[in-house]
């Protein structure tokens, strides 16, 4: 009836010796073994007494540890905060003896519930204390000319006169009280103030989060600096991130392994971190580590001997207010309106600015500013803030002209283009229904995609010449780089791309996206305009106005993107790159922008292409209408 109330156990007490406790490290695999040379194996049974007794050998490796970074690779521990003596509450770190110097360095940034210098407890146990430590990296890092800070995250609580990796709330070490507050302090302390240029940084689980909050803290300091970054499980979140600079420079400088049953270094997309996920070859996250070791410094071997990216795709922004942008926004777009003829004659040196050319392609003209800043927030993700925030940069950093680039091309193709879209169209109508009753608007839209799809045949190269041309970045400041190989214009582009690569692979690059975005758009094109026609003209059929055309065709333009809009920003990435294509570029373009930016990377720039369709295709079907109509009588 009555239960004897069982007695909690005390926990046990053990010698601070490994010889003492039965156990050793051995020299040669640096694994944990009793001293009769087997290797440890944590006992299921007696859990409590065998917990302890893991507790304990992990306190005394992270002793060794720290023996091994003194000894063999002479490394300095610093008490923190600086200035502290060993008997006050503190915590510590470890550096290289010449991290002040030193032009290159990393920083190892540990997850939580470890002792200092362990990555994780598990492979230390199963692999050998150098592979489930901070030893191996050290070493490597040393044999590459780095000098290398420790930090020590989980170390920032202090309890009976010692620091502790527990998250009791005991005594917290001053200005160290939280993982991220204890890094960013290293960073501000010991490498910021370093004469390190090349920073690299791994950091595992908890650590990814807490690197991120220092580069938003620190981000002018250190955004030259650090070269690139590898996360091992990170925790961070790109959401959490505020500031689209810095979203920018992790998408451009950061890896994160992950757990994966693919194998080491295939690509799995995940889109909250922000940056290329890649699988660590293993499903436990204690291994990550170990497995992508050789992975880590061959990149940070490739980042330090190549150019940073930032100095290709990336220019910081000035601090400007968005009431600011936009009046100056609106400004320059006035001016720009006014200054389309002097624009003209400049591009008259390319021989095709004659009167009749320019007076057809003012649909192109006046359009081809919000059609640029289109393409370069498509092709450059997170440079700009917004469309005024570009077109503001692109008039102050190259001049106003910069937003009529690549208008050469469309202008002199775009005869051409509509002829052959709408002869398509109109034979592909006639092809449904040879005697010219009214189609349904699914017919409509059959023969819009029909249209479209033969269309893309001169579309793709003139399209590839406006993208490339457009997206130029040709700074005023010598100073400043370009982001591509400077052309003058689409013929001398269109003959250096046929000499280098050839007719199908130089012209017609991006072939592919092009066809694939040209079906849905004009099937959305024509049936849209088809469509609000019919509902302004009645049951009768009635000729509509210019005013009512107008309003048909700009649906029909509003429809043309929202049918395309996704493979169009695939279509200016591709196209807007010199880098080589792979195999299945379309499908592998599409998950790259979700892998950075989800579902909103596919909307880049779409307000102004909208902004801008809305007259221009208004205009283009309402030629087209009375076009029709006046050969009708005829």
């Given at each position: ?15 601070h ?5 039965g ?62 003596s060993?008997?006050a ?53 040393m ?67 807490s690197?991120?909050e ?27 991130v ?22 080491l ?43 940073s990216?930032?100095?290709?795709s990336y ?49 192109v ?20 803030k ?6 503001v940069?692109?008039v ?18 775009i ?24 189609l ?6 059959l ?7 033969v269309?893309s ?7 590839l ?43 017609f ?5 092009t ?74 373009t599409?998950r ?41 009588k005829?």
């Amino acid at each position: 009836m009555f239960r004897k109330k069982k007695s909690k156990r005390e926990r046990p007490e053990f010698p601070h010796d490994l010889n003492a406790l039965g156990y050793k490290i051995d020299d040669e695999e640096q694994r944990l073994r009793t001293i009769n040379g087997e290797l440890y194996v944590f006992e299921v049974k007696d859990r409590a007494y065998n917990e302890a007794l893991y507790d304990k050998l992990v306190e005394l490796v992270s002793e060794y540890v720290e023996e091994q970074l003194r000894s063999k690779y002479n490394m300095v521990k610093m008490i923190l905060p600086i200035g502290t003596s060993e008997e006050a509450v503190h915590t510590k770190i470890y550096v290289s003896s010449d991290y002040l110097t030193k032009e290159s360095m990393i920083v190892f940034i540990p997850g939580l519930s470890n002792k200092f210098g362990i990555w994780a407890k598990r492979s230390m146990t199963e692999h050998g204390v150098k592979d489930g430590s901070v030893l191996s990296y050290t070493e490597r890092a040393m044999n590459m000319g780095f000098s290398v800070v420790v930090t020590n995250p989980n170390e920032i609580y202090w309890h009976k006169n010692k620091p502790t990796a527990t998250k009791t709330p005991y005594v917290t070490v001053p200005e160290n009280d939280s993982p991220e507050v204890h890094v960013d302090y290293v960073f501000r302390h010991f490498v910021i103030p370093s004469a390190a240029q090349n920073i690299f940084v791994v950091a595992n689980s908890y650590g990814g989060y807490s690197f991120v909050e220092v580069m938003q803290k620190h981000f002018s300091e250190l955004k030259d600096r650090v070269k690139a970054v590898d996360f091992t499980s990170s925790t961070h979140s790109i959401d959490a991130v505020k500031s689209y600079k810095v979203k920018n420079w992790i998408r451009e400088h950061c890896r994160n392994w992950v757990v994966s049953d693919k194998k080491l270094g295939e690509e799995v997309i995940d889109p909250r971190f922000g940056c290329v996920n890649y699988s660590g070859g293993d499903d436990l996250i204690e291994y990550l580590l170990r497995t992508c070791e050789s992975e880590t410094f061959s990149y940070f071997h490739q980042r330090l001997t190549a150019p940073s990216p930032s100095s290709d795709s990336y220019v910081e922004p000035e601090d400007i207010s968005e009431t600011e942008l936009l009046r100056e926004a609106e400004a320059i777009l006035q001016q720009g309106g006014v200054e389309i003829q002097s624009w003209a004659a400049h591009v008259d040196e390319d021989g095709w600015g004659e009167e009749p050319k320019i007076q057809n392609g003012a649909q192109v003209a006046t359009g081809q500013p919000l059609d640029t800043v289109k393409v370069r927030m498509q092709v450059y993700p997170h440079r700009y803030k917004n469309p005024f925030d570009c077109i503001v940069r692109t008039v102050r950093e190259e001049s106003i002209f910069a937003l009529y680039k690549g208008m050469a091309s469309p202008l002199i193709g775009i005869g051409a283009v509509n002829a052959l879209l709408f002869a398509a169209y109109s034979k592909f109508k006639q092809i449904q229904n040879p005697f010219n009753d009214e189609l349904e608007i699914w017919q409509i839209a059959l023969a819009g995609a029909g249209a479209g799809a033969v269309n893309s045949v001169l579309a793709s190269p003139v399209e590839l010449l406006k993208v490339r041309l457009q997206a130029q970045y040709t700074p005023l400041s010598a100073s400043a780089p370009p982001t591509l190989k400077q052309y003058k214009g689409p013929v001398e582009l269109a003959s250096h791309l046929v000499s280098t690569h050839g007719i199908r692979h130089g012209l017609f690059r991006g072939f592919w996206a092009t066809f694939l975005r040209e079906i849905p758009a004009y099937a959305g094109f024509y049936a849209g305009f088809e469509y609000m026609k019919r509902e302004f003209g009645g049951s009768h059929g009635k000729e509509l106005g210019v005013g009512q055309l107008m309003a048909a065709g700009a649906v029909g333009g509003v429809c043309y993107w929202l049918s395309c809009y996704p493979l169009d920003v695939v279509k200016s990435m591709v196209q807007g790159s010199e880098k080589p294509l792979e195999r299945f570029y379309v499908l592998k373009t599409l998950r790259s922008i979700y892998r950075q930016d989800g579902l909103r990377g596919f909307m880049r720039g779409i307000s102004p292409t909208i902004v801008r369709t809305i007259p221009a295709a208004g205009a283009t079907f309402t030629v087209y209408e009375f076009s029709m109509r006046a050969l009708n009588k005829m």
